[in-house]
């Protein structure tokens, strides 16, 4: 999945500099938000994970 990701993205950067200008300036915005929504789930996982770790540790507190 990852490799036909990057095969993609090898094959619009290639696109980009014979294809029209429109054009990649489109796949490069579309490349731009997927890079931009990875991160931004990831830091949201963080989030979660230690969100999850304090209510964790407020449990155990209490129960002490």
Do not use: C, P
């Amino acid at each position: 999945m990852l490799k036909e990701i990057n095969n993609e993205h090898t094959r619009k950067s290639s696109m980009k500099i014979y294809g029209h200008k429109a054009f990649w300036q489109l796949s490069d915005l579309s490349g731009f938000y997927n890079a931009l929504t990875h991160t931004t789930m990831r830091f949201m996982s963080q989030e979660i994970k230690v969100s999850l770790n304090l209510i964790d540790r407020i449990i155990t507190l209490k129960k002490e």
